[in-house]
């Protein structure tokens, strides 16, 4: 990046959020020529050209346990960050999802005597998840830029401007294999019958979720014939995360690494562990059960205080009703996996009623760059000010 155009601070506190970030950076680079940008978030970011003055590598954490012990760190980021503002005074302040940092850091930016314009891309789930945060959103930032197209009118109407950019997943699935490519590319017979089995992308989801999914494959494999069993492991996790904790009677299930994509495309049907992959699930077009164990002192407080909604996948949140059936912590269980699960295989009604609902889901959220869309919109944004 040459020295000649805007500056912007860019803050993301995980790895997707690293990786959206990144993404929008080189978009908005295209749309401003000379774009400097620095920073907190990772290595994606650091490819995209930012200079990170914070990395995020030490910032994991699972459930709200984890969270006291980072929280002296993160006040040290924050002071640094709102120095570098007030000494560099970047045009915009462009924050990615990570709310309880960025909210904290936004409200105290906007409090600066000649503020930067501050821009939130992928803002927290404020209709699943305390709804409060939707007028502190809409009062600290210039602009909000959403992933789901019902978003912007929790924000708007508590005087914020909002708009839909475009879903990074919808995005992101444009370039998925067809259901004969994957199968190809995985070794797999046209006429096969697939469940595909999708732990999670963190060690902890591995330990709690992969367990009850193996004895679910053996109880399945023990009424239905002919069925190949794929486990995805992450790429996030050590090499043999999953395979490594397989016992010598799963011999039958086939590890597949890094390939999740191919791995749902080939599927007939599917167990996913709730989060992002249970859209891409529902987007792929396979039927699924969804499931969630964690500590229990993050489910408690996520249940009783946090949550606004009655499930726990986005698939179900976006249809309004449980299409895909939710176990969460004491039943997640093999036994109940896998009653989930047979009839995915044998129902063609039970089949149908998730797949048509998928189709509805796959209208609402299309497959636009939502990264070119932020660009424009963030570039449009600094020229009103210019």
């Known amino acids: 990046m040459t020295p000649s155009g805007p500056k912007l601070m860019v803050a993301a506190g995980e790895p997707s959020g690293d990786l959206h970030a990144a993404r929008l950076i080189e978009a908005v680079s295209r749309a401003l020529p000379g774009l400097r940008a620095f920073g907190m978030g990772g290595e994606e970011m650091r490819r995209a050209g930012v200079e990170v003055v914070h990395d995020i590598g030490a910032l994991a954490i699972v459930g709200f346990g984890g969270i006291p012990r980072l929280l002296p760190r993160l006040r040290r980021i924050r002071r640094d960050l709102l120095r570098r503002v007030r000494e560099e005074r970047p045009a915009a302040v462009v924050l990615v999802d990570y709310p309880g940092f960025n909210l904290n850091l936004a409200r105290a930016l906007s409090a600066l005597p000649d503020p930067p314009r501050l821009v939130y891309f992928i803002p927290p789930q404020v209709w699943a998840w305390w709804g409060s945060r939707a007028r502190t959103i809409a009062r600290s930032f210039d602009l909000i830029l959403t992933i789901f197209p019902f978003e912007p009118a929790y924000f708007t109407r508590e005087g914020g401007r909002a708009e839909f950019v475009g879903n990074p997943v919808a995005h992101a699935l444009r370039e998925a294999p067809s259901r004969q490519e994957a199968r190809a590319a995985l070794g797999l017979d046209e006429g096969a019958r697939v469940v595909a089995f999708l732990p999670g992308s963190r060690s902890k989801e591995i330990a709690l979720h992969l367990a009850p999914m193996a004895e679910a494959a053996r109880i399945v494999r023990g009424r239905a014939e002919n069925l190949t069993f794929l486990f995805s492991e992450a790429e996030a996790l050590p090499e043999g995360a999953v395979s490594g904790r397989l016992g010598a009677d799963a011999s039958f299930i086939r590890v597949v690494r890094?390939?999740?994509?191919?791995?749902?495309?080939?599927?007939?049907?599917?167990?996913?562990?709730?989060?992002?992959?249970?859209?891409?699930?529902?987007?792929?077009g396979v039927p699924m059960v969804v499931l969630y164990a964690g500590d229990l002192f993050s489910f408690l407080i996520a249940k009783y205080f946090l949550a606004q909604v009655d499930y726990i996948s986005l698939v179900n949140l976006l249809a309004g009703r449980e299409v895909a059936p939710e176990l969460c912590q004491r039943d997640v269980r093999g036994r109940k996996i896998a009653s989930g699960l047979i009839p995915l295989l044998e129902d063609p009604a039970a089949r149908e009623r998730q797949l048509a609902a998928f189709a509805r889901i796959r209208e609402i959220l299309p497959g636009e760059d939502p990264y070119e869309a932020a660009a424009g919109r963030i570039r449009r944004l600094l020229e009103e000010v210019a």
């Open 258 to 284: 890094g390939r999740a994509h191919e791995v749902l495309r080939a599927a007939d049907a599917a167990v996913v562990a709730s989060g992002t992959a249970t859209l891409e699930t529902g987007l792929l």
